[in-house]
């Protein structure tokens, strides 16, 4: 009784953003996917075995050893200046030219995303965010209890004239919006890039609306063909918020990403940093530092990408040769992600039990949307498991969705709950 | 002009509660300081030179080869397991009993700041702080906007009866306090220690009132007499939120803190931690654990206190010789930082400048308090630099107070600023 008391007094204590804090529904099923005997194809992890493993380890060796007064010491609150002129670097592979200055290093792209929410967003106000979105951007926004309002997109990706008639509606409802938030490239979790000429539209779009755009760009350089994307900030300085990280092109677990932002918005991020972490960990800054001045980092790249290609390959291929009639996917030139539409009748999250007891793993449609749609999708992940597990995880899941049409068929229509599908985003889903 | 027009147009887009986020007016004299002429007695930067770098070179250079999956791959947002157990053996040697799931690992001790004031605090609320308080935490109340209402302290730490006054005076203005933060131990920035029987009082306060207490201590295991000092969390295990970091202990630039809280309140931090940055580093976690596993720490930490005592006395004794009459000063029995009341008439603020002209610098009083007093202190450190640079330091510093001293006699007391103290921290700060 004392301990049930205990928990209720705590909630009545808690900060009003603290209700949008819940957990996943799907966390419980996770926990039962880390099995090995599960096949995930739920998970955004890149595949760090792929490093040169060695060669990373005796690098870092040396670099305490070396420099360990600096490597073991607090840093800058804006990150290691070195280390954001490298940052400009590769962001130029993207047509980005920019100032070390304007870059701040955050613990992973995630920080960045909750340091411009916390500085940009009332209670109440809006964001824009495509449909489907990230699933860890969701969780920010409703831990600073911003109102998510979706714009569609498309095999092309977000839709310019969709995002036109929201904000002239929005326009017309008296809700300015804080930002776009959008994944243009290889987008998470649907897998979809926005073309060049729709770039141009969208940016286009945003100035007349007079909207900021926050672009978060994990995988730009893991495309599939030919150079990279040309990143909508290149195009826009002024408008164009850019998240960037080195969680899919070195090593998630280094927890180092960036933003760059216009001058006077990253002053302000980086007050907002030190209130939050005081710095980011040198220790990891100098490792990614150290990691692109002497490691051969292109070719690690162009490996990665070759990595992963084989990958999407063997999951399309899968998809194709073993998927039951009614269900459609998106085809990723580059990333993670494949974004599956099953039959009309059929519940992704309803299934998601199913497919466990199956002994394969998916993240439900559900996850990546704040309106409590996207119950008809999957995302699947194809960056993690190797390409015999991902066509033994697709042939799985297949005999699970034909189960679940013959049930349709003689039962009807799965029922979908009306929740809404906000979440903490958890590590497993990223 | 367009670039004019562009920061005012980011100006009205920034939530109320970047208002709260105002830049350190000692920032620019900080950049100053941080010329090798200057002797610094304002930095909280500890002495990581000291580790046997090699040694960790070698383990972190292992670790990595070794266990590179692992250490570079995303992990949960609660932080790695055997490192919370780990956490668990460190803080018994403070009297605490915990379990390693109510532990979260978080990126320093200032994130598990920066997540309780979000899960707890709405704009307004109150939050009770030592006069004067730790700056880092004071910027982070700031950036949710709480109200801090100060509560002063004597050399034995917190005052009991001031602390009843003011619970007292709250419940009558029917302002409800969210918690009371409080760092016990060889506190930052006045170096005074909560004595035992205070502890008890406190506590009973506490429960008589209903309010929650966040307990930070970074320096508890650094004490230069005897054992360490019983944590509060000791002996409350469901209204103490205790706050560990091995910034002090290990090295900063990890980045490796924790926060041991109550089962349904740790739930919520984990969530919260999620939004904020997903999971934190595999890479700095399990350098620590294995750091703790493998390396003598205790031992390591016993050479850190003889290291900070050594500075400690030269400081104490310094300041005994060297300082004009009038000058009072507290005497730290552990950590890092000596606490100096100027005398009547002279401002630390408006002082600094001309102390940064004569090589020395600190941390003015004001930075300390939510409330803009403080004018009449300044924070000396002396964990990072050498005896004989503290010495010279304090040397310095003396010549600076006896011309203040000078002046005042000549031409009045110093004019002081009403401006409010709430800053940035800024890791130069800490």
Chains 1, 2 share one sequence.
Not at 66 to 92: F, N, T
Not at 340 to 359: F, S
Not at 379 to 393: A, D, Q, T
Request: proline share 6%.
């Amino acid at each position: 009784m004392e301990q049930h008391s205990r928990t209720d007094a705590y909630t009545d204590r808690y900060a009003a953003r603290a209700a949008g804090m819940v957990p996943s529904e799907i966390r419980a099923l996770f926990a039962m996917a880390a099995r090995p005997e599960v096949v995930s194809l739920a998970g955004g992890m890149p595949n760090v075995s792929a490093l040169p493993l060695d060669a990373v380890g005796r690098m870092v060796g040396e670099l305490v050893a070396g420099k360990g007064a600096d490597v073991l010491q607090y840093g800058s609150a804006q990150g290691d200046e070195r280390l954001r002129e490298h940052i400009c670097d590769v962001m130029s592979l993207e047509g980005v030219q920019a100032s070390a200055d304007d870059v701040v290093v955050t613990v992973g792209a995630q920080q960045a995303l909750d340091l411009i929410t916390k500085i940009f967003v009332d209670p109440g106000d809006v964001v824009l965010a495509e449909a489907p979105s990230y699933v860890g951007a969701l969780g920010t926004f409703a831990s600073y209890q911003a109102d998510v309002v979706h714009v569609p997109l498309d095999e092309a990706g977000l839709i310019p004239g969709a995002l036109r008639e929201t904000l002239s509606r929005l326009r017309r409802e008296g809700r300015p919006v804080k930002f776009l938030y959008t994944v243009p490239t290889f987008q998470n979790p649907a897998g979809v890039t926005l073309t060049t000429a729709r770039r141009a539209q969208i940016l286009e779009i945003c100035a007349e609306y007079d909207v900021l755009v926050v672009e978060d760009n994990p995988y730009g350089l893991l495309g599939f063909d030919g150079e990279p994307m040309r990143a909508l900030r290149a195009d826009d300085a002024d408008r164009v918020i850019y998240l960037g990280s080195f969680s899919k092109t070195i090593a998630s677990g280094l927890r180092v990403g960036w933003v760059l932002a216009p001058h006077a918005v990253r002053a302000k991020l980086v007050l907002a940093a030190e209130s939050a972490i005081l710095c980011p960990s040198n220790f990891s800054q100098l490792a990614v530092r150290e990691y692109l001045a002497t490691q051969p980092w292109r070719e690690q790249i162009k490996d990665f990408r070759e990595l992963y290609r084989t990958r999407r390959d063997t999951m399309l291929e899968s998809l194709e040769q073993l998927m039951p009639d009614g269900c459609t996917w998106t085809r990723p030139a580059g990333g993670f992600f494949v974004w599956v539409t099953l039959p009309e009748g059929l519940d992704a999250k309803a299934m998601a039990p199913r497919a466990i007891a199956e002994r394969v793993a998916y993240v439900p449609g559900t996850g990546f949307y704040a309106d409590g749609t996207g119950h008809s999708h999957m995302r699947l992940s194809y960056c993690f498991p190797e390409p015999h597990r991902i066509r033994e995880g697709v042939r799985r899941l297949a005999a699970v969705v034909e189960d679940e049409i013959r049930l349709r068929d003689t039962f009807g229509g799965a029922v979908t709950d009306g929740g809404t599908g906000v979440q903490a985003p958890g590590p497993d889903v990223v």
